[in-house]
T-cell receptor, first 113, second 114 residues
């Protein structure tokens, strides 16, 4: 089955700086890679996703890149703001009809004002 | 609000108690899920229901018993739990049970087993 590793486990940046979170996956057949954001005490919410036929996707200050050869994908947040502080989870999913998404352990991002 | 509601938000129970967690979605989704979230660990998929039929049981102990009476409601019945079962239990739904479907999560039930 799929195994997802996420690094770092904690990340602290100054407001306005960029933050990068990296994930690796084990099964080369995985083809869907979402990122979820979970603010303290709240539910995880999808913020961006990428499919294996695309190398990069951007949505305002967040972007995700995918390297299929190396089997890793990254979340990039530019011009960070305090409200970006949260736990971010990456996930990888195989093209099977069961939505058995494998999640990373999460990265706690703190943006200092 | 994402349309997925979980009750209760917090639950404290003894190891001999029986309790139930409830999840409700009004998004018209066909698939519903139970996940376990423990500190510093990946979200763990427990059960999947598609059109109210269980399609996945991810090697979950029998002290956790799911029930899905219809596509909008999902329960997790708890019986003789262990302290290591203390965690945040998240319900989620998606339009279909497919590998690239967006998951809509509830706010979770924070469970403490004494």
């Amino acid at each position: 089955g799929e195994n997802v590793e996420q690094h770092p486990s904690t990340l602290s940046v100054q407001e306005g700086d960029s933050a990068v979170i990296k994930c690796t996956y084990s099964d080369s057949a995985s083809n869907y890679f979402p990122w979820y954001k979970q603010e303290l005490g709240k539910r995880p919410q999808l913020i961006i996703d990428i499919r294996s036929n695309v190398g990069e996707k951007k949505d305002q200050r967040i972007a995700v890149t995918l390297n299929k050869t190396a089997k890793h994908f990254s979340l990039h947040i530019t011009e960070t703001q305090p409200e970006d502080s949260a736990v971010y989870f990456c996930a990888a999913s195989l093209p099977l009809n069961n939505n058995d998404m494998r999640f990373g352990a999460g990265t706690r991002l703190t943006v200092k004002p | 609000e994402t349309g997925v509601t979980q009750t209760p938000r917090h639950l404290v129970m003894g190891m001999t108690n029986k309790k139930s967690l409830k999840c409700e979605q009004h998004l018209g989704h066909n698939a519903m899920y139970w996940y376990k979230q423990s500190a510093k660990k990946p979200l763990e998929l427990m059960f999947v229901y598609n059109f109210k039929e269980q399609t996945e049981n991810n090697s979950v102990p029998s002290r956790f018993s799911p029930e899905c009476p219809n596509s909008s409601h999902l329960f997790l019945h708890l019986h003789t739990l262990q302290p290591e079962d203390s965690a945040l239990y998240l319900c989620a739904s998606s339009r279909q049970q497919a590998s690239n479907e967006k998951l809509f999560f509830g706010s979770g039930t924070q469970l403490s087993v004494l």
